[in-house]
């Protein structure tokens, strides 16, 4: 299946922006891991 390039960049975009939001929700687990909270961690660990 040959993708349009305008369709190709809008994916190649989605994934970049899932990518950058999934490394912050990681970075915002260990840091409230860091703080004692362990539910929040444990939340946006999986969120990630």
């Not at 993708?3 to 409230?32: G, P, R, V």
Request: charged share 15%.
């Amino acid at each position: 299946m040959i993708l349009s390039i305008k369709l190709s960049d809008a994916l190649n975009e989605q994934i970049l922006a899932e990518m950058w939001s999934s490394n912050l929700y990681l970075s915002m687990s260990i840091h409230f891991a860091q703080l004692g909270m362990d539910g929040c961690a444990h939340w946006l660990k999986k969120q990630s």
